[in-house]
């Protein structure tokens, strides 16, 4: 539930508020307006505009792309309060947050809890500015869904690893520069024998190849390593406790994915593409009823989604702990996105099918694009049979009957 | 599966062999590649042509064999498994339409070059992203047709086109007056809006007033049964997937909840199968056909979304992949789904006939 402010505190945050709105007035260059992150967060530098360069270096400086991890290694030190107020600045002025990757969503947040103190110092600063792109190397040809069966191994040189193996999947694995990979550090033991490494992309006897998706894009690769040496100062952690930190990193992996809803909110709402692409009445209700009630029926569903991410983030940090019902948000979230796509597609007929042509705008073939990623939402990350394997065990108690 | 007569299982085995061995994935992968707007392969037409497929509906005195509807459908179903891009449908449902409304000379002078692939046809009707038989504008005057057609199917290849008017069906030849624009859709077969502008047209006399949705009856129920060969597939290469595929020491198909979800497709299937084959029926006995072909058709669309999105699903990352098949029966999948109406305006249909 929402608290009401004291007094003094509600003033803090109206200073805070003004500090914010006065940086996006100074900072942020018109032209990107309304535009959001686009792949150019991924896809690496090489496409980045002047403007956009400027305002990731601007955030990038103050630290508020990572608004809420601490100061000292280059974050913004805000509390989720002041985030929540910046996060809102932003929106307001058609503005967004220019540092993400896989670098703020997942590898940032797990080395700050298990890094070294070098190992945060040299590797969380350029994080926090948007200068260093990561990559996962977790999923191997026959370690998807069965993870702990990875076989990439690391072999204790004395100073450093030897690692041979292959990755797969391994999304923007050509345009990074760096990889939190778990690899095998001993074969007698399943989930023991597993250790989390950092490893640099240009080292020699990394390759990646690209794999074409069904959207028709690359945006991931197989990596093959082949007798790479990888100083031991990038273990993390303890050698062997590799699968604790590695699911931690997943935790903060489903967290993000939860919301994600590619192609996603190009467009509007539901209700603006039907009145756009459908008939409507004098009185602005939509013409046919059957499309009205469906609409109605997502966004139900949805906004009360959006009450159980809340409600999630609300009792995690009231019990300190995670909160039982995160477990389901990854699922019912990528499910609602995969929905809205599908609903996204029909409403449009065969103008929301386009693969490329100016008859099409740029909206309806985005949505295309979207529509055929966004079958990836629930098989990465987790897929939502693994999720409903680990609701049933691990917080309903149903017993695994093999 | 229907019970079958000798000709059909011969029609159908040769078509399943043909489609396996001369028409796998591997062709449509070919024409897709080659970015011809008009995406199909004239060769292996021909061959289909001289195989007898674009006559199978046509009487035998237009060289035709006059199997009928449930043996084009199966041929279809064949051609469906392996995604063979073909203006086969396009044709014979053209054909179709000379047949019901057409006069002697018409009949004379056209099915005989539909039948033997000299050549080719398809249906202009809808005029938008969805269909709507309902809102036609195109209008004929002194024997010119004036309208435009949106995403009409294998328009590229098409020497005729059975267009859709006010006051009936027309026949329009390509050239003076037909201009086309490529529509490129997801699954990257021949698609086009028309533009007509005063194009020689001669008018479908016969046929009476329902003619039209004789027309679309058949249109359903073919599209459906390329639909219920794509569904099969998906179905097929699923299974198989997960009875190889190992995780957790164990193949993926010793798991009680994917078990379950296979099960839950095969029943689906099987009902599939049994509206696309009623469909097929009902179109040739004249029996009920309009609400047989509306049956199979939003049965092949329920069945086929949820089949096509399972199949990626079961498959994991490797389903998500361009190099393996699965997606492009998805992005098919989902092209066939509005054409000759969504759900959402076969159900509509339904209950009108139904009375309610
Ligand atoms: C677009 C995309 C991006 C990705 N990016 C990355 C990345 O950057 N880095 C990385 O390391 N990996 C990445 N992945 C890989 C992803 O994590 C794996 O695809 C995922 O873990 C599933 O593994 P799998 O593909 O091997 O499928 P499998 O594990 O073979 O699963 C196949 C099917 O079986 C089901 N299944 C498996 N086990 C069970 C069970 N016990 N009970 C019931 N059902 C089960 C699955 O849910 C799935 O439906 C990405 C994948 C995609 C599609």
Known sequence: MATQLEPE???????????????????????????????????????????????????????????????????????????????????????????????????GPTLLEYGSEAQKQEHIPPICRGEIRWCQGYSEPNAGSDLANLQTMAEDKGDHYLVNGQKTWTSGGQWADKCFAIVRTDRSDKHKGISFLLIDMDSPGVEVRPITMISGTSPFCETFFTDVKVPKENLVGEEGQGWTIGKRLLQHERTNLSGAAPGGRGGGSLADIAKKYGKVNADGTLADP???DRIADFEIRWTSFLHTARRAVEESKAQGGVSEISSALKKLGTKLGQERAEMTIEIMGLQGLGWEGDNFSPVELQGVRGWLYGK????YGGSTEIQNNVIAKRVLGMLDHQ | MAVLNEEQEMLRDMAREWATNESPVTEFRKVRASGAPEAFDRDAYGTMAEMGWAGIIIPEEHGGSDFGFLSAGLVVEELGKTLTASPLIATTLAASAIMLGGSDEQKAKWLPKLASGEAIATLAVDEGPHHDPAEIATSVSGGKLTGTKGFVAEAHGADLFVVAAKDGLYLVEKGDGVTLTTRRLTDQRSHADIAFDGAAAEKLENGGDTLLDDVLDRARVLTAAEMLGMAQIVFDTTLDYLKQRVQFNQVLSSFQALQHR????????????????????????????????????????RVLHTMSNEGIQLHGGIGMTDEYDIGLYLKRARVLEPAWGATGYLKNRFATLGGY
């Open chain 1, 9 to 107: 505190a509600r003033e803090s945050a109206d200073v805070f508020r003004e500090e914010a709105r006065q940086f996006i007035a100074d900072k942020f260059p018109q032209e990107l307006k309304g535009k959001g992150l686009s792949m150019a967060g991924a896809e690496g530098r090489e496409k980045e505009t002047p403007a956009q360069k400027s305002w990731r270096e601007a955030m990038g400086e103050r630290g508020w792309g990572t608004p809420t991890w601490p100061k000292e290694y280059g974050g913004g030190g805000l509390s989720r309060k002041q985030a929540a107020i910046l996060d809102e600045e932003l929106a307001r002025a058609g503005a967004y947050n220019p540092i993400g990757g896989m670098g703020v969503m997942m590898f």
């Open chain 1, 290 to 292: 059957v499309l009205r």
């Open chain 1, 376 to 379: 990836a939402t629930t098989i």
């Open chain 2, 262 to 301: 296979m099960a839950d497709l095969f029943a689906d299937l099987a009902q599939m199968r049994s509206a696309v084959e009623a469909g097929l029926q009902a179109v040739d006995s004249g029996v009920g056909a309009s609400r047989a072909a509306i049956v199979a058709k939003a049965e092949a669309n």
